[in-house]
């Protein structure tokens, strides 16, 4: 399985936006990039998923590196229930085998 | 449109027991995958299930098992309970299988082994 790197933890201001990067050099051209986040004492919540192109939805934007080796996940303006767990995933088509990784530890400070 | 309900949320058993937990896939999701989220090791893959077969299988001892109905309901269980399968048991239902489809995650089952 193709595996990802994320920092283990960021901060940022509230209000600010914030970056948060994964590096997936190993990814194959049919997997597709998912991110997911995790609140405190809830299941992980899906966040965005694209292919190849950058995607905007109005939780966040994915940008997506040209060779498709690095991916960020954009959260425009950070609120104080932005914080959570981060993952991002690579999703092989047929398989709901999803490998998680540690993910990236978002703080939000007021 | 309810989501995924997982029961019970919170259990507590000794060790040497057996546990089934519940849960109940979105209306109309097929598939309903099961993972184990410990603060060591983090969410890891237990099964997938997909129309009363399980396709897919994470590297877990037997005493996990887990099993589809007809109406996609899932149950899984763990037998002969060890103090370290204390975790967060979450379920998560799909529609099918590509690359492009989204879990859904129920808020999970907290179990407690003494």
């Known amino acids: 399985d193709a595996k990802t790197t994320q920092p283990n933890s960021m901060e940022s201001n509230e209000e600010e936006p914030v970056h948060l990067p994964c590096n997936h050099s190993?990814?194959?051209?049919?997997?597709?990039i998912h991110w997911y986040r995790q609140l405190p004492s809830q299941g992980p919540e899906y966040v965005i998923h694209?292919?190849?192109s950058n995607v905007n939805n109005r939780m966040a934007s994915l940008a997506i590196a040209e060779d498709r080796k690095s991916s960020t996940l954009i959260l425009h303006r950070a609120t104080l229930r932005d914080a959570a767990v981060y993952y991002c995933?690579?999703?092989?088509?047929?398989?709901?085998?999803?490998?998680f990784g540690t993910g990236t530890r978002l703080t939000v400070i007021p | 449109k309810a989501g995924v309900t997982q029961t019970p949320r919170y259990l507590i058993k000794t060790r040497g027991q057996q546990v089934t937990l519940s849960c109940s896939p979105i209306s109309g999701h097929r598939s309903v995958s099961w993972y184990q989220q410990t603060p060591g090791q983090g969410l890891q893959f237990l099964f997938e299930?997909?129309?009363?077969?399980?396709?897919n299988k994470g590297n877990f001892p037997g005493r996990f098992s887990g099993r589809q109905f007809s109406n996609s309901r899932s149950e899984m269980n763990v037998s002969t309970l060890e103090l370290g399968d204390s975790a967060l048991y979450l379920c998560a239902s799909s529609l099918v299988f590509s690359g492009a489809n989204v879990l859904t995650f129920g808020a999970g089952s907290r179990l407690t082994v003494l």
């Open positions: 694209g292919l190849t």
């Open positions: 299930y997909f129309s009363e077969t399980q396709r």
């Open positions: 190993t990814i194959s051209g049919t997997d597709y």
């Open positions: 995933i690579l999703r092989a088509p047929g398989a709901n085998n999803l490998f």
